[in-house]
């Protein structure tokens, strides 16, 4: 009888947990939901947490759940004011945007600094459609760690016209790294790379961040810096 009484209380708590839950949610607003800033990503744990423990435990009193709940909502409430208001506040509290793209070219310096692999920018574009670097005008991480990319205009598609292609450009080059499948796979050979390398100024891989080769075999390159090696 007592498991069935638990039971029942934590059924009830859900029922009546939920609908306040809802509440304090379109309290809170659009910008929670959709976009998870950090300040809101961690509210999220904690209101997890927090109906987490007051739903598996009985003998937690329901009624400081329900206050943590509606403190938690007026909190961000608060602290997205304040983001909005203060730019100083917003400047030490979020993250700022970061170019990680600009003319086709890697920024190198500023992926390190958010942490960001080759390999998920890359993917990010890739599920933008975009498979050919030099597509890209302008590609930055966004505060909520999403990407976002500006075409250089004649690769943007106009209104009414299907998307205009460059192709798929193959990389060759991760990180100083030669991908030697991908240069079988093309019927190419790492002596061919290293000519290509060379006419535009570079003595060897170790210098290329980036390096991609399209349908017509040019080869772009996106260097670890401006400079030559």
Same mark, same amino acid.
């Given at each position: 009888?007592?498991?069935?009484?638990?039971?029942?209380?934590?059924?009830?708590? =859900?029922?009546?947990?939920?609908?306040?839950?809802?509440?304090?949610?379109?309290?809170?607003?659009?910008?929670?939901?959709?976009?998870? &800033?950090?300040?809101?990503?961690?509210?999220?744990?904690?209101?997890?947490?927090?109906?987490?423990?007051? =739903?598996?435990?009985?003998?937690?009193? +329901?009624?400081?759940?329900?206050?943590?709940?509606?403190?938690?909502? =007026?909190?961000?409430?608060?602290?997205?004011?304040?983001?909005?208001?203060?730019? /100083?506040?917003?400047?030490?509290?979020?993250?700022?945007?970061?170019?990680?793209?600009?003319?086709?070219? %890697?920024?190198?310096?500023?992926?390190?600094?958010?942490?960001?692999?080759?390999?998920?920018?890359?993917?990010?574009?890739?599920?933008?459609?975009?498979?050919?670097?030099?597509?890209?005008?302008?590609?930055?991480?966004?505060?909520?760690?999403?990407?976002?990319?500006?075409?250089? &205009?004649? /690769?943007? &598609?106009?209104?009414?016209?299907?998307?205009?292609?460059?192709?798929?450009?193959? &990389?060759?080059?991760?990180?100083?790294?030669?991908?030697?499948?991908?240069?079988?796979?093309?019927?190419?050979?790492?002596?061919?790379? +290293?000519?290509?390398?060379?006419?535009?100024?570079?003595?060897?891989?170790?210098?290329? %961040?980036?390096?991609?080769?399209?349908?017509?075999?040019?080869? +772009?390159?996106?260097?670890?810096?401006?400079?030559?090696?």
């Amino acid at each position: 009888m007592e498991i069935i009484a638990d039971l029942l209380k934590i059924l009830g708590r =859900i029922i009546t947990i939920l609908p306040l839950m809802l509440l304090v949610a379109l309290f809170m607003g659009r910008r929670s939901i959709g976009e998870l &800033p950090v300040f809101d990503f961690l509210l999220v744990l904690t209101l997890g947490a927090v109906v987490g423990a007051d =739903i598996a435990e009985p003998e937690i009193n +329901h009624l400081y759940t329900a206050f943590a709940i509606v403190a938690i909502g =007026i909190l961000q409430k608060i602290f997205s004011e304040l983001s909005i208001r203060n730019d /100083k506040f917003k400047k030490l509290t979020t993250f700022a945007p970061v170019v990680v793209v600009k003319d086709g070219l %890697f920024l190198v310096n500023n992926l390190k600094k958010i942490n960001y692999s080759l390999e998920n920018i890359l993917e990010f574009l890739r599920e933008d459609g975009i498979f050919n670097i030099t597509e890209v005008g302008l590609a930055l991480i966004e505060a909520n760690g999403k990407l976002s990319v500006y075409r250089k &205009p004649e /690769k943007a &598609p106009a209104v009414g016209i299907a998307k205009p292609s460059t192709g798929i450009a193959y &990389p060759v080059i991760l990180e100083g790294k030669v991908s030697h499948q991908t240069l079988s796979d093309l019927n190419l050979n790492e002596d061919w790379l +290293h000519a290509q390398l060379k006419s535009q100024g570079f003595t060897n891989s170790k210098a290329v %961040f980036f390096a991609a080769v399209d349908a017509d075999r040019q080869v +772009h390159i996106s260097p670890y810096s401006d400079g030559r090696a």
